[in-house]
């Protein structure tokens, strides 16, 4: 049989894996697809680079509307990113009837309804395994792998860069500012970084996983985004004498009032596996009510990692094109017509524990002051870590961990203990998740 043929707009970084990875192993992607699976077109505004990546293998334009105007491709893969060109684009051919390949997080976290009801009407279909957590399967996982449970919650390390950074900054004690420098010099951050250090990346992904796990809508706009920015290398050091590591943990959990989506720092026990992933490894751990728990671990990013997960959606679409649309797996892994409402809480209504940095006055009644306001929100303490006082200081750090809490309740107290004289500086406060 012929192979089927894609095109390809953008060939970059992942663009280059995925053309590489496909040539270098085509025997056995052709076993497994049933035919060969052959990049016929490329569109890129460098076509002199993108030439140098695909010699004569194939027809190199700079028009993307060429690619998907060619009546011999089935498959468009969009490596484009962002919201912009790349969703005119990905509607457009979606409209013109092809499958649609994508790595592109940003764009399925804002306008995934758009995009999966476009593609549902006219029967194509939208695959994103690329999108979240790069080479990992976690989507095929979510969607079909762990299709019989109840999912209960997921966390992940789902940004590399972050990790790298905060990884760094607790094995070397270093600020974080320090640490992005070198992670810049070093490739492992991006020259404007803001998307991941700010949580934004992150974020992009824990919507699309808590769609699939949920069977909701993609709401980005509601998750809560909280990045690394403001994190001390003080807090990272306690943490750790309390047993914990600090992750920028993108995290889903279904309550019984609502589903919780956040993306901020978290406290995490160190003897927990997800706890030691290191560097700019990505993980995802999801507690499902049949399977228990589960891990799924490895390279979030890189050329041939995400090309790895590009190309396992276009051998799923090699087998599945044929099929009665109804009878393929649906884009967010429940039917559009089983898509539920449960609302994504706010902030004010998310059920976790806290650690808590007071700059306190070294003098009798500061603690009792505090733990009365804690005991009046009816906040349950669970540690206490009191630095000793170096001679003749007049001031100590205060670290407090709680049990759950609601965080509205966190925060009326936090004003509270604020407010005291003695409470000398602003208060640090983190979330603190078990993942028991
Ligand atoms: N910038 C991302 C990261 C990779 O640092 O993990 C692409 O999502």
């Not at 790595?103 to 804002?110: F, R």
């Not at 395994?129 to 997921?154: D, F, H, Q, S, Y």
């Not at 407090?400 to 309740?409: K, N, P, S, W």
Request: proline share 3%; charged share 20%.
């Amino acid at each position: 049989m012929q192979a089927i043929k894609v095109g390809l707009l953008g060939i970059g970084t992942v663009g280059s894996g995925t053309f590489n990875v496909l040539r270098r192993n085509q025997a056995e992607i052709r076993g497994r697809a049933g035919r060969g699976i052959e990049i016929a077109m490329v569109a890129d505004l460098d076509v002199a680079r993108a030439k140098s990546i695909v010699g004569d293998a194939c027809e190199v334009v700079s028009d993307a509307r060429q690619v998907i105007a060619n009546p011999e491709i089935d498959i468009v893969i969009e490596l484009i990113g962002g919201y912009g060109v790349a969703k005119t684009l990905v509607l457009e051919a979606i409209a013109a009837g092809k499958h649609v390949v994508t790595a592109n997080k940003a764009l399925l976290a804002v306008h995934g309804t758009e995009i999966f009801a476009a593609a549902h009407a006219k029967g194509v279909i939208v695959a994103f395994e690329a999108a979240v957590a790069g080479g990992i399967p976690i989507i095929k996982a979510l969607r079909e792998g762990l299709t019989a449970n109840r999912i209960e919650w997921i966390a992940g390390i789902i940004n590399g860069t972050t990790n790298f950074i905060l990884s760094e900054m607790r094995g070397k004690g270093l600020d974080f500012a320090t640490v992005l420098k070198e992670a810049q010099r070093l490739g492992y951050a991006e020259a404007d970084p803001t998307f991941d250090i700010e949580g934004v990346d992150a974020a992009h992904k824990a919507t699309i996983m808590s769609a699939i796990a949920f069977g909701i809508p993609v709401q980005f706009d509601k998750a809560h985004v909280e990045g690394i920015t403001q994190l001390q290398a003080a807090d990272i050091k306690y943490a750790e004498q309390l047993g914990y590591r600090i992750k920028l943990l993108g995290l889903t959990r279904r309550r019984e009032n609502g589903i919780e989506l956040r993306v901020h720092p978290t406290l995490i026990p160190a003897n927990r596996l997800i706890a030691n992933v290191e560097g700019a490894m990505n993980a995802v751990v999801v507690q499902g009510d049949a399977v228990g728990t589960t891990l799924y671990y490895g390279k979030g990013a890189g050329s041939e990692p995400t090309a790895s997960a590009v190309i396992a959606d276009l051998v799923d679409i090699t087998r599945l094109h044929t099929a009665d649309p109804e009878h393929r797996v649906p884009h967010l892994a429940f039917r559009p017509d089983a898509i539920s409402d449960t609302p994504i809480l706010p902030m004010d209504q998310v059920l976790t524990s806290f650690y808590l940095r007071l700059r306190v006055a070294d003098e009798a009644g500061v603690l009792s002051r505090i733990t009365t306001i804690l005991a009046d929100n009816d906040i349950s303490i669970d540690a206490v870590l009191q630095r000793e006082s170096a001679e003749g200081e007049k001031q100590t750090d205060l670290i407090i961990l709680t049990h759950e809490t609601v965080e509205g309740r966190m925060n009326k107290a936090l004003a509270l203990m604020q407010a005291l004289p003695t409470v000398l500086a602003p208060i640090v406060r983190l979330r603190k998740e078990e993942l028991a």
